[in-house]
Structure formats: C-alpha cells, structure tokens
C-alpha cells in the first residue's frame, strides 16, 4: 500500500504502472483500520485471525465495498 | 517436532525483538533465546512463515515482515518511543504506532512526486503536512498474500 499526496497522484502512478487502480482510502481512515488490524499484534494471545473476524473488522472500519470481500 | 505452545512464544519473542529493538532476531538469538538448536528454530520460522504470522525472504531464515514492522529500510520511517522503526507500507507506517500504543512521527514520501510527507500521532489523534494524502490498496483483500511485497 503506498502513500500519495492526492488522488490525482494515484493516477498518474497507476498511468505510469499501466495498472488499474485499487481502492483508495484517507489517511484518516487507514488510521482507524491500523487502530483496529494492529492493537494487539504484540500479544501472546494474538495467534493471526480468522476470515470472520478479519470481516468484522472491515466491517467496523466502514470498508463495505466488493474490494474488501472475504471468502468464508 | 514443532510443539504449538512453542510456536506462538516464537511469534511473540520476534515481534517483541523488533519492538524493542527495530528489527528481528536471527534465528540464533531466537535459539539461544529458547534453549533449542538453530536448526529447531528456522524450522519454527518457516512455519510461522507458511502460517502467515510473519514472513521470511525468499530462501532464507531472515524475517523480511513481521507487519507492521519491516525487516528492512523502507520509505516509511516511523519514529517512536525514542527508536526508529521501518515500515512495510503505508498502511503499516500507522501500524507500528497502533501496535505499540504509542505517539509517533512519521517520514515518508508521496509515491508518485517524491514530496516528503510528515504525520504525527498524538494522544490517537492524526495530524499531517498535507491536506489530502491518500493511501491507495492495489489489491483486493482476497489477493493480499498473492504477491506480499507488491501489495
């Protein structure tokens, strides 16, 4: 995941990259799915997560679109 | 034979490693960290490696991600709690902070100008140099672990 001043920088870098563009996100909003995805990575506890739960978190994060779809 | 308990100490020991020290223990200091042999160890890392929990570079022993940390210099330099850790992406340069509960500043660069880019996390709340930064996902979720370095 890269990081891009603006939108219109992501696609002259997609152009450039003869690739279609992905999802976009504010850094706002990545932000509160790194608050979510990584607050307990440190823990013994944290043995990796499973399709559900990697949902729910999208879900929370307020990522709904296909791009986020999880095969359960 | 890998004995699960172990496993998961191994994955905890790493991240604490990079925690700590900004980057992963080989797998000696692993070893000698668990009173096991070297080759027990890599065996333990490859299996962390095939059940994601981090992931070594091509053909060897050495953690390239244990995201959000990376094992190498990356254009995301994240600093906190008086070290400097380097990130695997953008999404993971506000992963180290999140990981480690702690306040940071952040150096990176717009992919496609080059223009420096500065964001500070203070007491959970995001300030930033630039307006409208954006973080672009290449990759739908259902293909992230096809190509890890490319997503």
């Not at chain 1, 990584?38 to 990697?54: D, M």
């Not at chain 2, 100490?9 to 992963?24: C, E, K, L, M, P």
């Not at chain 2, 709690?81 to 480690?100: S, V």
Request: with cysteine.
């Amino acid at each position: 995941m890269l990081l891009f001043q603006s939108e219109e920088w992501i696609d002259k870098w997609c152009k450039r990259n003869n690739l279609e563009c992905g999802e976009v996100l504010t850094i706002q909003q990545v932000w509160e799915l790194s608050k979510l995805w990584y607050h307990n990575r440190l823990s013994l506890e944290y043995h990796g997560r499973s399709a559900e739960q990697v949902a729910e978190i999208f879900r929370q994060a307020g990522l709904k679109s296909k791009f986020w779809y999880i095969q359960k | 034979m890998k004995e699960e308990s172990m496993l998961w100490q191994i994955r905890h020991f790493v991240y604490s490693h990079f925690a700590d020290t900004t980057r992963a223990p080989s797998v000696d200091e692993t070893a000698a960290r668990f009173d096991i042999s070297a080759e027990e160890a890599g065996e333990y890392y490859k299996e962390l490696h095939n059940r994601h929990a981090f992931f070594l570079d091509l053909e060897t022993l050495t953690v390239r991600m244990a995201n959000p940390f990376s094992g190498i210099p990356t254009d995301f330099k994240v600093h906190a709690n008086g070290k400097t850790y380097f990130a695997n992406c953008a999404w993971d340069m506000l992963g180290i902070p999140a990981a480690l509960h702690a306040d940071a500043l952040i150096e990176a660069v717009c992919s496609e100008s080059g223009e420096e880019v500065g964001i500070e996390i203070h007491d959970g709340n995001l300030r930033f140099s630039i307006d409208d930064l954006r973080v672009h996902f290449p990759l739908p979720f259902a293909r992230w672990y096809d190509d890890l370095t490319f997503t």
